[in-house]
């Protein structure tokens, strides 16, 4: 049982490139979360999705698209990479009983 | 607008004091209340949770807090702390039967020998 699982680790970026943060989590939950964290300013959340089929925006959406590829599965997608999306991006599962969250992918846009 | 304040930005205690972690949040309906710990470089776990009931929760690692509604607080503390509970704390507020979780901006804990 791996819980939340996240990939790549680390990631630098070219200003323009494009890539996709694959998330997967085993637990069966429905609702699945992308966040981001910059110092100081906590958690933010980019997308959401409450079930599989349906995305849903949240906080800081811009420069981001999210596809919800079957109940495990939620991948984040920079089209056009730019150096204000440097941030550590961590994916979330959740039923009741709060979020369970993946190790985190650090990325680095130059 | 649903938000979670956390006014210590850091905190220093000494080896075997206690502690109290502040956490304020803005909410029109009753919320559901979290506290997550991130260790350097790690994810976030979850200590504890308040959903509903006794308003003094207890969670791992020896850690409680107390909802209080009629200061919109959910503080964190702990009776005495342990050189491995330096960490960041987040407090959390879930909403809309959980599909939105809203985080505080974290306190950052560091523990003197």
């Known amino acids: 049982n791996a819980g939340v699982t996240q990939t790549p680790k680390f990631q630098v970026l070219k200003t323009g490139q494009s890539m996709t943060l694959q998330c997967a989590q085993d637990m069966n939950h429905n609702s699945m979360y992308w966040y981001r964290q910059d110092p100081g300013m906590g958690l933010r959340l980019i997308y959401y999705?409450?079930?599989?089929?349906?995305?849903d925006k949240g906080e800081v959406p811009n420069g981001y698209n999210v596809s919800r590829l079957n109940k495990r599965e939620f991948s984040l997608r920079l089209e056009s990479a730019a150096p204000s999306q440097t941030s550590v991006y961590f994916c979330a599962s959740s039923e009741i009983g709060g979020l369970f969250f993946g190790p985190g992918t650090r990325l680095t846009v130059l | 607008a649903q938000s979670v304040t956390q006014p210590d930005i850091h905190i220093t205690v000494s080896e075997g004091a206690s502690l109290e972690l502040r956490c304020n949040y803005s909410y029109g309906a009753t919320p559901y209340l979290f506290w997550y710990v991130q260790s350097p470089g790690q994810g976030l776990q979850l200590l504890l949770k308040?959903?509903?009931?006794?308003?003094l929760v207890q969670g791992i690692k020896g850690f409680e807090a107390e909802f209080k509604r009629s200061q919109s607080s959910f503080n964190l503390r702990k009776p005495s702390v342990h050189w491995s509970d330096a960490a960041e704390y987040f407090c959390a507020v879930g909403v809309t039967n959980f599909n939105k979780f809203y985080f505080g901006s974290g306190t950052k804990l560091n523990v003197k020998p």
């Open positions: 308040y959903f509903s009931g006794d308003t």
């Open positions: 999705s409450a079930s599989e089929g349906t995305t």
